[in-house]
């Protein structure tokens, strides 16, 4: 089934570890996105890849890192946690230049 | 800065009629867009307006007016699947979408 897989679906860990979320997706889209859900904020970009090889910094990009080796991965690094990077984290992909994203089913991640 | 606002929450009757407002202030647009969240899912796109109007799309329309920042979905014989959180989305001059923060949408029989 096309679209987005995101892994893990839900993760606890310690602060100061290293954590790695996982995104592949097999339709073929230009554009990956890494947004961080809170409750009572909206949606928040955290990096953003327009095509294989480039990146950039969304609204809050500080504590994380991306990479794009490829079309289809964009694995997002939260180099050493901490508590308050506690969110939902979800992975999306689009057309580059469209805002009709598609949208993993979300990574939980709670660090304590 | 940029700013896009919607009621935190709205409750309204199954088979009944619901608008949901947006308002926004952003650097430039090239869009607007609303997607549906259930709870503990993914958000899933729902429509898309670039010009002043209104697009019917089922039971689901939306509108805007981009001289008054403003934008509506309104939601038609509402079923109990409607429950959701409806989110309102602003592509910038950058191609960057801006989100609010959502509005939950509570179905009452």
């Known amino acids: 089934i096309a679209g987005i897989t995101q892994a893990p679906t839900s993760q606890i860990l310690a602060a100061g570890r290293r954590m790695t979320l996982r995104c592949t997706q097999d339709?073929?889209?230009?554009?990956m996105y890494w947004y961080r859900q809170d409750l009572g904020l909206g949606l928040r970009l955290i990096h953003y890849s327009n095509t294989a090889g480039t990146t950039g910094k969304g609204e809050v990009p500080d504590g994380y890192s991306v990479s794009r080796a490829n079309t289809d991965d964009f694995p997002l690094t939260l180099a050493s946690a901490v508590p308050s990077q506690t969110s939902v984290y979800f992975c999306a992909s689009s057309d580059a230049g469209t805002g009709e994203l598609f949208f993993g089913e979300g990574s939980r991640l709670t660090v304590l | 800065g940029q700013n896009i606002d919607q009621p935190t929450e709205m409750t309204a009757t199954e088979g009944a009629i619901v608008q949901i407002n947006c308002t926004y202030q952003?650097?430039?647009?090239?869009?607007l867009f609303w997607y549906q969240q259930h709870a503990g899912e993914a958000p899933t796109f729902l429509s898309y307006n670039v010009l002043d109007g209104l697009e019917e799309k089922g039971r689901f329309s939306s509108f805007l007016s981009r001289s008054k920042g403003y934008s509506y979905l309104l939601l038609k014989e509402l079923q109990m699947k409607d429950s959701a959180s409806y989110l309102c989305a602003v592509m910038d001059s950058n191609y960057q979408l801006i989100w609010g923060a959502g509005t939950k949408l509570i179905i009452k029989p």
């Open positions: 952003t650097s430039g647009f090239n869009g």
């Open positions: 339709m073929r889209h230009n554009a």
